[in-house]
Nanobody, 121 residues
Framework: QVELVESGGGLVQPGGSLRLSCVAS????????MGWYRQAPGKERELVATITSGGFTDYADSVKGRFTISRDNDKNTVYLQMNSLKPEDTAVYYC???????????????WGQGTQVTVSS
């Protein structure tokens, strides 16, 4: 089993910054891609950013130039640096990881429980 735990959410004013962290733990053989998603009330969960084990990144158009995803492979941790935050960034942010528990098995996506980010004056 893989457990993902997010941290770093909170209340911030427009234009402010937050740094989210997510650590994957458990009997993990290998972690492939990791990513961040978010979901606002009444809306579908949407992709924010992803990063491969090799460090290649992808971002939603709405956050390009403002958010940066990074990871520490040795610690199985993924980060999301969020700058120039806007009220529309308000959502529950979830991390995920494509991971294998043992050799010879298919990888699958594991999800964290989410951390609230609120951008408001």
């Amino acid at each position: 089993q893989v457990e993902l735990v997010e941290s770093g959410g909170g209340l911030v004013q427009p234009g402010g910054s937050l740094r989210l962290s997510c650590v994957a733990s458990g009997s993990i053989f290998r972690v492939n891609a990791m990513g961040w998603y978010r979901q606002a009330p009444g809306k579908e969960r949407e992709l924010v950013a992803t990063i491969t084990s090799g460090g290649f990144t992808d971002y939603a158009d709405s956050v390009k130039g403002r958010f940066t995803i990074s990871r520490d492979n040795d610690k199985n941790t993924v980060y999301l640096q969020m700058n120039s935050l806007k009220p529309e960034d308000t959502a529950v942010y979830y991390c995920n990881a494509d991971a294998l528990l043992s050799w010879g098995t298919r990888s699958r996506l594991y999800w964290g429980q989410g951390t609230q980010v609120t951008v408001s004056s």
